[in-house]
């Protein structure tokens, strides 16, 4: 293992790191494990290159996804809940953090063995392209893959610093005392890159007792023994001291005072404080001109303590290591018009967690203990992948098996009873084609599937809650058609296609008996929709990025046959985005987003809903650049029209509190700084 770690990697589907030796114009789709131009490819797939001096808040990914179709987020202002995000559906039952969809981060997981992921110690500020993988994924991530989130962040070929060091700074204030400092450094010593980022936020926040502040600080550095061989080494490191958590609201309570916190929030100060370090290596040798070696290592620490808003087991203390490894293998060859690439690799990831959890009385000083368990989960993954280009058509196949083991032990009773174990094997297939039209066009296809667990998380609610563990893992199968075309820089289009069948729908449900959600397989769903997405330039100065999507999403056969063709809740039957940029020749940037959201239902019942809204976002900047410095002082306006709408809505809530007000009117401002 160490000797893999040293030599270590990327598994070139999850650490690619050759695009830091590469133009950023040739850069190609990596999230698909191996390589291809985004026109060849079979799946539906979105690639977004990002400036790194964005003129918008770093404080959510949710600004950077919205061209996306397909994707939907919620909660970018409660930070303690962290931002929720699905993708066609997977990933709306989460109640804090992401389910169901893997978060990669320059090659190296940032989602959890069990499904967890995580987005608060990501430097946003330092993301310059971001790859999503619409629909089940499991063949290249194994589990809780149905979409593929994978950003990668500001590396040697972002600039040139080969001439000069880099040096990026941004200072930022916007409503409710928010606060955002920002320095980035970037140098080349011979054939060894650095870069060293730090950040600060902190904000009052909108709502009553929705305040946060945090600091992140990352090392980077790449080294290229050779032309055949490269290094890149990480070390990130999150402290969040304060993240308030306002809590949800009922519609009458959210209608009166929008800016209110629930009152039982408040009185058990509910909110979490979170450290967390990692640790990452990654090596790829090129063995001889069509052969590759690549693999990786990572390890992270993660100390939580969260405070929920109720006395029993309200309190939660948390200490989780992960940590992961994998090696691949890749082969070309080439002979007449075929290219064929096969790619051999595995992965093995351990999760590690310990939990209390206390009881509390207000006004009683102390606290009891109530729970006191270790929660493991392991995974070994092995997979084939085999790539075929036979002149305008290309063919991609593969395979992949996942043993994963999840295990509860109770170190807080005598008898063990809250004790668990079991094991989740899966076997993912996926084929897919793409036929390329003569005018930069293409017709693409494919079948590809993905299994989802439980997380730890969700399984030990259950044993808590006196419910059966033994809940099982959701799998689907995806089928998929699709379009798409790019004519130089001027034009770039896709339409998809697309129906999502799922067997053991994981949901939670709100129990009079349990504070926290519990979690249960309610049947099968069937997901369908469409997705278009277009980013025209008829000239140099404008730019429009337009994305629709339409997603029926429902029961198919609830274990509650009443419930069976009802929609599923959180998510909107439409959405779609729509900007426009123009750049004024004296360096006047003006862009305005325009973001509607369809009526989304709130239970499983369909009873209860949330209306339509349209959202407006307007920014303004302006550009002085010499020799030696670049200065962007910008404005950013937040909820243009004033819409009344809720930033987060919690899907089968408790005692009808399903609502967490968005604020009105406000802005954000600031100045980015180049050297």
Known sequence: MLLLAM?????????????????????????????????????????????????????TLQDRLTHIPGVFSLNAQNMAQDLRISIRGFGTRSAFGVRGIKLIIDGIPETTTDGQGQLDAIPLALISNLEVIRGPASLLYGNASGGVISMKTLGPS??????????????????????????????????????????????DGFRAHSGYS????????????????????????????????????DLARSDSIRSLARPDNVDFDAGEEVQQLKGSVAYSYKVSPTNTFDTYAFYVNRGFDGRLPFGTSGVIALDRDYFGQGASYTVVRNKNNLKQTIKWGYDVSSQLDSRQRFDVLLGVPGRLLSTNQEEIFKNVGVYVISDFNLGAFSFNMGWRFDHNNIKLVDNFTDTGERSFSEDFTAFNPSIGINYELPSSAALFGSFSTAFETPTLNEVGNNVLAGLPANLRPQRSRNYEVGARMEIEKNLKGQIVLFQTNTLDELLPVALDSFPSPVFENVGTTIRRGLELEVDYRPFPAFRTQAAYSYGQFAFDQHTRTELSGNRLPGLPLHTGTLTTTYEHTSSVTVSLENRYVGDIFLDNENKVGEPAYLLGHLTVSYTYKNEHLRASPFLNVRNLYNTIYHDNLRINAFGARYYEPAPGLHFFAGINIKL
């Open 7 to 59: 030599q270590s990697a990327v598994v070139s589907a999850q650490i690619d790191t050759s695009g830091l030796w590469v133009n950023v114009d040739s850069i190609q789709i990596t999230a698909t494990r191996i390589s291809k131009t985004w026109l060849r490819s079979s799946r539906a797939v979105s690639d977004i290159q990002l400036p790194v001096t964005k003129f918008l808040p770093d404080l």
């Open 214 to 249: 945090q600091a992140q600080f990352k090392l980077r550095g790449d080294h290229r023994f050779s032309k055949y061989s490269k290094l890149t080494a990480s070390v990130d490191y999150l402290t969040s001291p304060r993240a308030q958590d306002p809590g949800g609201l």
């Open 158 to 203: 972002n600039s040139n610093l080969l001439a000069r060091p880099l040096v990026l700074a941004k200072l930022a204030y916007g409503s409710f005392n928010t606060l955002q400092a920002q320095a980035t450094y970037a140098a080349q010593l011979s054939n060894t890159s650095i870069l060293g980022h730090g950040s600060y936020s902190r904000s």
